[in-house]
């Protein structure tokens, strides 16, 4: 079992940042891979980023490539998503989530479905 709390979250205008933070709590994080995900009102949660179990590989949505970056701390039991030049259509609710899995292929590590355990959820909200 593994609990994740998101933080962070908050009000920026456009062209802002936002850094997220991901605790985890349980059992041992560093054999989990680690994605970040978020749900607009009246869309389907997509895919944000994701980091496998050591860091090794980062993958990102097309639409935040180049602006926001994923990161761990296995020590720290902690993951963070830094979010730069954000745009109003970045509006989200963003989860955390965890997957057991030491696999580090772009399918297994950017598919909801995979992921085992999930945080409550942060609002971010970007201001035009």
């Known amino acids: 079992q593994v609990q994740l709390v998101e933080s962070g979250g908050g009000l920026v205008q456009a062209g802002g940042s936002l850094r997220l933070s991901c605790a985890a709590s349980?059992?041992?994080?560093?054999?989990?891979?680690m994605g970040w995900f978020r749900q607009a009102p009246g869309k389907e949660r997509e895919f944000v980023a994701a980091?496998?179990?050591?860091?090794?590989?980062?993958y990102y949505a097309d639409s935040v490539k180049g602006r926001f970056t994923i990161s761990r701390d296995n020590i720290k039991n902690t993951g963070v998503l830094q979010m730069n030049s954000l745009k109003p259509e970045d509006t989200a609710v963003y989860y955390c989530?965890?997957?057991?899995?030491?696999?580090?292929?772009?399918?297994?590590?950017?598919?909801?479905?995979?992921?085992?355990?999930w945080g409550q959820g942060t609002q971010v909200t970007v201001s035009s």
């Open positions: 349980g059992r041992t994080f560093s054999s989990y891979a």
């Open positions: 989530a965890a997957s057991y899995t030491t696999a580090q292929g772009r399918p297994r590590m950017t598919d909801s479905n995979k992921y085992d355990y």
């Open positions: 980091i496998s179990w050591n860091g090794g590989m980062t």
